[in-house]
Antibody, heavy 124, light 112 residues
Framework: QVQLQESGPGLVKPSDTLSLTCTVSGGSISNYYWTWIRQPPGKGLLLVAH???????YYNPSLKSRVTISVDTSKNQISLRLNSVTAADTAVYYCARFARVEVASNSYYYMDVWGKGTTVTVSS | DIVMNQSPLSLPVTPGEPASISCRSSQSLLHIYGYICLDWYLQKPGQSPQILIY???NRASGVPDRFSGSGSGTDFTLKISRVEAEDVGVYYC?????????FGQGTKLEIK
């Protein structure tokens, strides 16, 4: 059974860079898309970025200038870096896997496995 | 971005009674290949979200059959035929037609 475990610093100072890691256990990173989603306190969900195991990536335009997502297949890890953080970046950050189903000769993806999330607070 | 709007935002329900959550999108979620690009997720208290429904009406593995999804175009509904105590949490719809995928605001279901 695939499990995802997010890890990160917990507390980051304004203007610093936030670095998070998602470690995949019980399965391989290969042949899947992976995503980071964040949830500010008491608010809804925002997809930050996603990446295929081969490294091809997508960034939410609202964060694109500050975000980098990467994958390390040798370590079975997905990483996220967010530059120039502010209080608005305070959130629980979740890592999730996209499952793929075939429909109408096409591929459809939905998030079938999620990590428990890691809380990041931006404060001096 | 496609805007997703859910209603109600709060839903108190008596156990054993049905419940219904509405989700409306700012544009049609019908893919050119003829399928609906909408998922439903449930975030139970203190937990991460979990998939309930994908492709508008397909229950994910392990999801009880009291949950059902329906709808077309821009109007979608999640129905719970008989609410149980374990169904409490926040329900989110999410569109996957266009990037970035976007979520509704969430509907908090609570037990009366």
């Amino acid at each position: 059974q695939v499990q995802l475990q997010e890890s990160g610093p917990g507390l980051v100072k304004p203007s610093d860079t936030l670095s998070l890691t998602c470690t995949v256990s019980g399965g391989s990173i290969s042949n899947y898309y992976w995503t980071w989603i964040r949830q500010p306190p008491g608010k809804g969900l925002l997809l930050v970025a996603h990446i295929y195991y081969d490294g091809s990536s997508y960034y939410n335009p609202s964060l694109k200038s500050r975000v980098t997502i990467s994958v390390d297949t040798s370590k079975n890890q997905i990483s996220l870096r967010l530059n120039s953080v502010t209080a608005a970046d305070t959130a629980v950050y979740y890592c999730a896997r996209f499952a793929r189903v075939e429909v109408a000769s096409n591929s459809y993806y939905y998030m079938d496995v999620w990590g428990k999330g890691t809380t990041v607070t931006v404060s001096s | 971005d496609i805007v997703m709007n859910q209603s109600p935002l709060s839903l108190p329900v008596t156990p054993g009674e049905p419940a219904s959550i509405s989700c409306r999108s700012s544009q049609s979620l019908l893919h050119i290949y003829g399928y609906i690009c909408l998922d439903w997720y449930l975030q139970k208290p203190g937990q991460s979200p979990q998939i309930l429904i994908y492709l508008g009406s397909n229950r994910a593995s392990g999801v009880p059959d009291r949950f059902s999804g329906s709808g077309s175009g821009t109007d979608f509904t999640l129905k719970i035929s008989r609410v149980e105590a374990e169904d409490v949490g926040v329900y989110y719809c999410m569109q996957s037609l266009q990037s970035p995928r976007t979520f509704g605001q969430g509907t908090k279901l609570e037990i009366k």
